[in-house]
């Protein structure tokens, strides 16, 4: 019975060997490769029938993708590209010629496009950031603000290379002769003799008032005259012949033909603004101090003609002076219902401000008068243990502030010295505030 059932093993075990497949595949066929409707797979392979009838298919799969919305005409899509494109990068100068050849931008006062070529005086100020935004000020200060922001339609657009400009005719003729005195003016630094002192009593004038040609000034209180360097020579030797005199600042600014120069000389005067609780507890109270800029901050641009005869400047300049500081006594509470005693300072500034332009012809020497205003700088007594204003907290600041500017010429042919380098603002000014 035994070696019965061991032969059937055998034979059995034979059958299966010769065969290849599991008893299960007999009864239960797995499919060798998904298909297109069965759960769970996705099938690569087309449909059987996808190719006879590409509909039926589309029918059984419906898009996901958006329904395409019905294009513009050619002519409709073209206009306005040109415009459309500024603000969202590209070259703006490219797009705004681009629309003006076409004729898209009003023209209503014979407006047309004009490129000026920045090289020649550019190519000088390889080392300077951004030189043609000098052109582009005093543009704006010859033609004003307002011709670029009314009637009739216009734009100036300014790279390191050329200067675009779409305006009437009348606009092209100023900005062209500002461009002509860059490119065809002076490219060597120029230098600019500066000096500025404080007389105590203006009764200066009495005898200069002959050697000097009065100018016009706009600013209040501010007065300009305009000498020969030999007369200008004859009223720098009364001003030193004075006691009073002070000389302040004197130095060769060297600067590019219409670009700006900042100087400044200032210094802090602290005083106490607040008091405060004390975070240890004792003393209850600690003074909070703050800080004044006291001095004076100058900016000039210089401007020369294409012959170098006539020189245009713009002067701005900013003093700021302490006169006095008024106590003022504060009574404060202590948690035993007592008083502490404290005191805080309240300044009382003078300022005075110029912002002008003056032209006047490069062989002669403009003279400045502020009027008496706070002194650019202040004194401090030849004996401090005399000086009371310590004790009174006022300040001696009234004077006559002068400032002699005279042209030189080129650095390369009136220097034989290293010039004295100004003490430069460290408040930098707004990109446009204050500009023009």
């Given amino acids: 019975m035994l070696r019965s059932v061991t032969l059937l093993s055998l ?70 590209t040109a415009t459309s494109q500024l603000g969202q990068g590209g070259n703006n100068n490219a797009l705004l010629a681009a629309a003006a050849a076409s004729g898209k931008l009003p023209s209503t006062h014979g407006q047309y496009l004009e490129r000026y070529d920045l090289r020649p005086y550019t190519g000088y100020l390889t080392k300077m950031d951004h030189p043609q935004q000098a052109i582009v000020d005093w543009i704006v200060r010859e033609t004003g603000s307002d011709a670029w922001f009314h009637e009739p339609f216009g734009y100036m657009s300014a790279s390191r290379d050329e200067l675009l400009v779409y305006h009437s005719p009348a606009m092209h003729e100023v900005v062209s002769g500002i461009v002509d005195r860059f490119v065809a ?30 100018v016009s000034v706009d600013s209040p209180g501010v007065q300009a005259w305009l000498l020969t360097k030999e007369n200008a020579a004859v009223v720098m030797s009364q001003l030193r012949a004075r006691t009073d005199v002070r000389q302040v600042q004197a130095l060769d600014l060297i600067t590019q033909n219409g670009q700006s120069q900042k100087l400044a000389s200032t ?59 008024v106590p003022v006594d504060l009574d404060l509470p202590l948690p035993n219902a007592q008083t502490h005693r404290a005191r805080i300072d309240v300044p009382q500034v003078v300022s005075w401000r110029l912002h002008e332009r003056f032209r006047w012809q490069s062989d002669m020497v403009l003279l400045l008068s502020c009027g008496v205003v706070a002194s650019p700088e202040r004194q401090s007594s030849p004996l401090p243990f005399l000086n009371t204003n310590v004790f009174t907290g006022t300040t001696v600041g009234r004077a006559d502030a002068l400032m002699f500017v005279e042209f030189r010429g080129r650095a390369s042919e009136n220097l034989t010295t290293t010039p004295l380098v100004p003490q430069m603002a460290s408040q930098p000014g707004a990109p446009n505030r204050g500009r023009y």
């Avoid at 329904?67 to 206009?79: K, L």
């Avoid at 006291?294 to 170098?308: K, M, Q």
Wanted: charged content about 20%.
């Fill in 11 to 80: 034979c059995f075990a034979l059958l299966i060997a010769m065969t290849g497949e599991p008893t299960v595949a007999q009864n239960f066929q797995m499919p060798s490769s998904p298909s297109v409707g069965s759960e769970g797979f996705t099938s690569r392979a087309p449909a059987p029938n996808a190719q006879a009838n590409p509909a039926a298919s589309t029918a059984r799969a419906p898009s996901t993708a958006p329904q395409a919305s019905p294009q513009r005409p050619p002519q409709q899509r073209n206009q306005g």
């Fill in 185 to 214: 003016g002076e490219k060597d630094p120029q230098v600019l003799h500066l000096r500025v002192m404080t007389v105590g009593s203006p009764n200066w004038r009495s005898r200069a008032h002959l050697l000097m040609q009065h």
């Fill in 267 to 325: 210094r802090g005067r602290n005083y106490i603004r607040n008091v405060r609780p004390a975070p240890t507890g004792w003393p209850p109270y600690e003074p909070e101090t703050g800080e004044i800029q006291e001095g004076y901050r100058l900016e000039l641009s210089p401007l020369l003609s294409v012959d170098g005869r006539t020189i245009d400047c713009v002067l701005k300049a900013d003093i700021d002076q302490v006169d006095k500081l």
